[in-house]
């Protein structure tokens, strides 16, 4: 599933069959070491042709730096944050082939030039998310970043495929939000050839409008060898990397590939790296976790009854839930509002904490009489042409990395059993989440085998931060990589489940994030922090 902010900051995503948010890092130049590491796709070492071919891009990226100039006019930022272009091999086997831009920009470390400790390069997940807001954050006097920008020129980029660094396509935008969609709930077998038909001509629109050329390189592994490469550009001999949710992931294989070039890394909200998990696993482990997050949201509505009066109990809750989709089956509300729609904008209450007023707000206006307030919420909205235009974007880019990246089942009756077995227990998500990834099942391009994420020499100590509940990134993906890079450090925030814990005021986990960032310096043991502050209505 694909992770993204709620629709109140950025337009809702969809998918070929259903509408829904989702779901799911100084010194004088230097070129990577002939000798990089790497692990292809069979987890053997050695030295492949893309191997070369990385480290060809990364000494001609350090040769040719980044021009640094403002932000074009229609990309929103502005200065001083800088903008500039990196550019990378569309197929690292072929150096010398063609060539795409990635968009990077940066703001300067706060501090002293004595202060100043490199570049910090950002990620925020996806498959399909954009890292350019990250120098926004020093613009506006983020208080819980204040101490790292001292030290940290902070760096965002668009990976390939997305925003603006050679962006990808497999629908028309405005055909990709439009709605209502078909309840991804199916009620009979035509209700699931329909779904498997739209999934199928959405892995053939990814072709159609991107090209198989280069739906064959959105690969993860593509996308660290890209980070690697503006790594050089930045003209920094090692990297400190920032990765929320997917950004784990780039991480993950990044700390396998080049674990001579990591300098510091803070991985939030982990992916499971396990080869099996990679993809399909890790998006049914996926809805068992945002069942647990939902009930956890409705628990905490019931509690503040008195605020939002849809009932003292979690059932109640639930039972208000049940009603609203049934009506919102029989008749859209406002004409555009179904059963899709309802799931694409509830479900950034399990993913973000920050979602828990807002989306409780809406629902009780909406019992209370108010139906407008919830199809501003959930309806797409067709003006906003630039915004449906990044939606899609993000949702190809999101298909193309996950369905390339691994192997995915072919046969239908596999999907059908494990996710009808799923539902039965945990229907808030299991079947919009299946649908959203079906094109991986008719996927027109080879699709590869994972890397195998593993320690590897040089690879410092990195830091891990997870809560107990995250829906998007269950805690097992933490655990599991704290397992397979010996030396780092787990931090778990106990009895919470938001997405991306770095980002929220946490006394226990941010002055940890901070002492890394700006020392190195580690616990000597893992460490177990009591959550955040609950939201108050």
């Known amino acids: 599933m694909r992770e993204t902010r709620p629709k109140w900051r950025t337009t809702a995503l969809g998918s070929a069959g259903v509408l829904i948010t989702a779901t799911l890092i100084s010194g004088a130049v230097a070129a990577p070491a002939s000798g990089a590491n790497t692990y292809d796709g069979g987890g053997r070492h050695g030295k492949d042709r893309e191997t070369v071919g990385a480290e060809i891009a990364a000494a001609r990226a350090a040769k040719a730096g980044i021009d640094w100039a403002d932000c074009p006019a229609d990309w929103g930022i502005a200065k001083p944050v800088q903008c500039g272009w990196v550019s990378v091999p569309l197929d690292y086997a072929k150096p010398n082939g063609k060539q795409i831009k990635l968009a990077v920009d940066r703001i300067g470390n706060t501090g002293t030039p004595a202060e100043r400790q490199g570049a910090l390069v950002y990620n925020p997940g996806g498959p399909g998310g954009s890292g350019m807001r990250f120098p926004l954050r020093v613009v506006n ?57 739209l999934a199928r001509e959405y892995a053939e629109g990814c072709a159609e409008r ?35 949710s997917y950004g784990t992931y780039i991480g993950a294989v990044y700390g396998t590939m080049y674990p001579g070039h990591v300098r510091r890394m803070v991985v939030d909200s982990v992916v499971n790296p396990s ?38 109990t979690r059932a109640a809750v639930e039972a208000k839930w049940l009603e609203l989709r049934a009506t919102a089956k029989k008749n859209p509300i406002g004409g555009v509002v179904g059963p899709a729609e309802l799931i694409s904008f509830f479900q950034s209450a399990p993913y973000y904490d920050s979602s828990w007023v807002p989306v409780a707000t809406v629902f009780g206006k909406y019992v209370a009489g108010d139906t407008q307030a919830l199809v501003d919420a959930a309806a797409p909205d067709p003006s906003d042409t630039a915004g449906n235009i990044s939606s899609e974007n993000g949702n190809a880019v999101y298909t193309a990395v996950e369905c390339t990246d691994a192997k995915w089942p072919t046969s239908w009756k596999k999907w059908d059993r494990d996710n009808t077995a799923l539902h039965q227990k945990y229907p808030f998500m299991t079947w919009a989440n299946a649908w959203m990834n079906l094109p991986c099942a008719t996927w027109p391009v080879k699709q590869q085998t994972p890397v195998s994420v593993r320690t590897g020499k040089g690879l410092p100590g990195v830091l891990i931060v997870q809560s107990q509940r995250d829906a998007a ?36 986990i941010n002055p940890r994030v901070d002492a890394y960032l700006l020392s190195g310096k580690l616990d000597t043991a893992d460490v177990t922090c009591a959550p955040h502050a609950t939201p108050k209505p």
């Open 141 to 197: 006097k983020n208080p819980i970043w204040a101490n790292v920008s001292k030290a940290y020129d902070f760096v965002g980029f668009d990976p390939r495929g997305v925003g603006h660094s050679a962006p990808i396509s497999c629908i028309d935008p405005q055909e990709f939000v439009k709605a209502p969609k078909a309840d991804p709930v199916p009620d009979s077998e035509a209700d699931k050839l329909a779904q498997r038909k």
């Open 473 to 508: 990134t269950p805690y097992a993906g933490g655990v599991e990589l704290h397992k397979r890079f010996k030396g780092s450090r787990l931090i778990t925030e106990k009895d919470a489940g938001s997405h991306g814990v770095t980002g929220l005021v946490n006394p226990c």
């Open 210 to 244: 991107t090209g198989k050329a280069m739906l064959q390189q959105m690969t993860t592994p593509n996308t660290v060898r890209d980070l690697d490469v503006i790594r050089a550009a930045l003209g920094e001999k090692k990297l400190n990397y920032l990765g929320v």
């Open 275 to 312: 080869r099996e998990k990679i993809w399909y696993e890790a998006n049914l482990d996926q809805d068992i976790a945002f069942e647990g997050r939902w009930k956890d949201w409705e628990d905490w509505v019931a509690a503040n009854d008195a605020t939002f009066h849809l009932g003292t």
